[in-house]
């Protein structure tokens, strides 16, 4: 298995434009989660999927962020308009329910700078 | 107050000794706890999990866990300089076992 796949890995906007990020977990995870890592906040939980559904985005920050999972082999995550305080790794990771101890497996990540 | 505090570091060993790396949490109905390791410029990889209260040893790495003092550590004995990475506590809320609330992170550094 290619583990969790993300795209692009880098990438660099202006203000103002939309984003969109891209990850395809592992096949047969039934767990998608999305997250932001910054030298200042850490590493924080966005918004995770289970089968396809939300089930928790209390921690995606403003409106301007949305996510969605179409199916069960993807998933985008969408800043419309970006900001410059939205610069930050954006992680993806999956997680298989037969999996006993909760293992989460990441992406590689997104850099994301915005101008 | 954080839910989970981690000293930033860097905690400097040298090489063969062992780091000791702590980290406590707030959310008393935590049930599961892990060890995360993040090289620089990389993702994180999951190291070490425990749920019982006591040590739980895998090959160089000890995951030690108190529920009553609300405490995780992790040990790396025979420290080399490729154990020099962000070790970061996640630990999961009492109201989900699927969402992982991860501390701010330790920097080691394994001197040659």
């Known amino acids: 298995d290619a583990g969790v796949i993300q795209s692009p890995r880098h990438e660099v906007t202006e203000m103002g434009q939309e984003v969109t990020l891209r990850c395809k977990p592992i096949s047969g995870h039934d767990y998608l989660f999305w997250y932001r890592q910054t030298m200042m906040r850490g590493l924080e939980l966005l918004i995770y999927f289970n089968n396809n559904v939300p089930i928790d985005d209390s921690g995606m920050p403003e409106d301007r962020f949305s996510a969605k999972m179409p199916n069960a082999s993807f998933s985008t995550l969408k800043i419309q308009p970006s900001e410059p305080r939205d610069s930050a790794v954006y992680f993806c990771?999956?997680?298989?329910?037969?999996?006993?101890?909760?293992?989460?497996?990441f992406g590689p990540g997104t850099r994301l700078t915005v101008l | 107050q954080k839910e989970v505090e981690q000293n930033s570091g860097p905690l400097s060993v040298p090489e063969g000794a062992i780091a000791s790396l702590n980290c406590t949490y707030s959310?008393?109905?935590?049930?599961?706890f892990f060890w995360y390791r993040q090289y620089s410029g990389k993702s994180p990889e999951l190291i070490m999990f425990i749920y019982s209260n006591g040590d739980k040893e895998d090959g160089r790495f000890t995951a030690q866990l108190n529920k009553a003092s609300q405490y995780v550590s992790l040990l790396i004995r025979d420290s080399q300089p490729s154990d020099s990475a962000t070790y970061l506590c996640?630990?999961?809320?009492?109201?989900?076992?699927?969402?992982?609330?991860f501390g701010s992170g330790t920097r080691l550094l394994v001197r040659p």
């Open positions: 959310d008393r109905g935590s049930q599961s």
């Open positions: 996640a630990v999961t809320q009492m109201d989900s076992s699927y969402k992982l609330i």
């Open positions: 990771a999956s997680r298989g329910d037969g999996n006993s101890y909760n293992e989460q497996f």
